[in-house]
């Protein structure tokens, strides 16, 4: 299966300023995912990333507040923007190794708390 | 909304035993069904999948699938501590998309 690098793996940030949580896959994949996890709570799709074409994002996600990128099939990232405390999250990326429905394989996550 | 329901737990199991996790989901055309490991501090892992109904074994687990009833569970047969996590079940509902379940937290005592 493939393996997903993640990173920073935590970080403290000061509210209203932004973040770039970086993933790199080591083979080449079709979609990447966002999710956001609570303490406590199920994971929540921020969006799907797709090579060459602008992210989709879920009810409640704006691109201006999550902006991603996907400059080739490896290769993602997301950036949590003008950040407030409500945004202290634990944020993982995923992705389908093979294509097909075979299940996820996700980053290491990146716990982010604003302050 | 498509949902995906577990209960939060925490199960409670001896070490040795059968802990049994459920699942149900709202969606009727899902076609794939995942189980995730989830230990404190750290990311999911895929442990189990099933895409039809019936029983599937893998080792110490076994997936079980009803989609009339919209039922899906895993099985641990001779639970160990090394089990204790939270069990996340993740429903496919079209395409790539996944919805998880909010997890079920197992503790499996010695």
């Known amino acids: 299966s493939a393996v997903i690098s993640q990173k920073p793996s935590r970080d403290i940030c000061q509210r209203g300023t932004s973040l770039t949580i970086q993933c790199q896959v080591d083979?080449?994949?079709?979609?990447m995912f966002w999710y956001r996890q609570q303490p406590g709570q199920s994971l929540t799709l921020i969006a799907t990333?797709?090579?060459?074409?602008?992210?989709?994002?879920e009810s409640g996600f704006v691109i201006d507040k999550f902006p991603i990128s996907r400059p080739n099939l490896t290769f993602s990232t997301l950036t949590v923007s003008n950040m407030s405390p409500e945004d202290s999250s634990i944020y993982l990326c995923?992705?389908?190794?093979?294509?097909?429905?075979?299940?996820?394989?996700f980053g290491s996550g990146t716990r982010l708390t604003v302050v | 909304q498509k949902e995906v329901e577990q209960n939060s737990g925490p199960l409670s199991v001896p070490e040795g035993a059968i802990a049994s996790l459920n699942c149900t989901y709202s969606?009727?055309?899902?076609?794939?069904f995942f189980w995730y490991r989830q230990y404190s501090g750290k990311s999911p892992e895929l442990i189990m999948s099933?895409?039809?109904?019936g029983d599937k074994e893998d080792g110490r687990f076994t997936a079980q699938l009803n989609k009339a009833s919209q039922y899906v569970s895993l099985l641990i047969r001779d639970s160990q501590p090394s089990d204790s996590a939270t069990y996340l079940c993740a429903v496919n509902t079209g395409g790539f998309k996944t919805i998880f379940g909010a997890g079920t937290r197992l503790f499996v005592k010695a």
């Open positions: 083979s080449q994949v079709t979609m």
């Open positions: 099933i895409y039809s109904n």
């Open positions: 990333a797709n090579q060459g074409s602008e992210a989709t994002y």
């Open positions: 969606d009727r055309g899902s076609q794939s």
């Open positions: 995923s992705a389908v190794p093979g294509g097909g429905n075979y299940g996820y394989t």
